[in-house]
């Protein structure tokens, strides 16, 4: 596809670091973000500027919904999405029949056992992105199965040379789909817009979905593909 992704090294690492509690345990794990008058973000859990403003407040407990809750949303957020806090997702979930015969199937379990995704997302990224090709390159650059960037494999611990190996791609596109469920509090279509546009595009749009022709169409066709292979 063609991409529009604005990635960026430093604050993701940054998000990685604080929102998903690399640092200290005992520390609360709060964000700030201040937005500079250029566009340009920062992020920090040491708010020593008076211009930042809270982004994300790291919650004493977080309790999976109720199946009753969520069963009927459109956008469920982090239900059954990304099971919060290193709770597992379960296991109907994952042995989800309508995914039996779809290509990767293994390793798309895999992933979602590593980062407790659906791995019904899982797919329908994969479906949006490279239609199943591992041999998919865009004219940004982005390669693979779920069309990473080099600088976001790497994020990932993935080299430029094993992009497209089907089971190294799913993994880092996975972790960083993950990871921006987390950054938007399980707000799946912010983490989708992120995905498509570059997390620092949502930000900067005041935590909404970019006003970009593709981010706008990628958004939704990955939640109705989503829908068709979940999990009733």
């Known amino acids: ?111 979602a056992k590593e980062t407790n995704l659906d791995p019904a997302l899982i797919h329908a990224v994969i479906v949006a992105e490279s239609n199943y090709n591992p041999n998919a390159v865009s004219a940004k650059g982005a390669q693979g199965l779920m069309q990473l960037l080099p600088d976001t494999a790497r994020r990932y611990g993935v080299m430029k040379k094993e992009i497209r190996q089907p089971e190294k791609n799913i993994k880092a596109g996975a972790q960083y789909l993950a ?10 279509q912010l983490a989708l817009a992120g995905y498509n546009a570059g997390e620092n595009s949502v930000v900067r749009h005041g935590n909404r979905i970019p006003p970009y022709a593709e981010t706008r169409a990628y958004v939704p066709r990955v939640l109705n593909t989503y829908d068709q292979l979940r999990l009733r």
């Open 179 to 188: 990871d921006l469920m987390q950054m938007f509090d399980g707000d799946v």
């Open 1 to 111: 596809m063609t991409s529009i992704r604005q990635r960026f090294g430093r604050i993701g690492t940054v998000i990685a670091a604080l929102a998903l509690g690399v640092a200290s345990a005992a520390a609360r794990a709060d964000i700030y973000v201040l937005v500079e008058k250029n566009g340009s973000v920062r992020f920090s859990n040491v708010p020593n500027d008076p211009r930042y403003r809270l982004y994300h407040r790291e919650p004493t407990e977080h309790k999976l919904k109720d199946v009753s809750e969520a069963r009927n949303l459109r956008n469920p957020g982090d239900y059954r999405l990304r099971a919060p806090w290193g709770r597992k997702i379960e296991p109907a979930v994952l042995a989800n029949p309508r995914l039996a015969r779809k290509p990767f199937q293994e390793h798309v379990v895999e992933a």
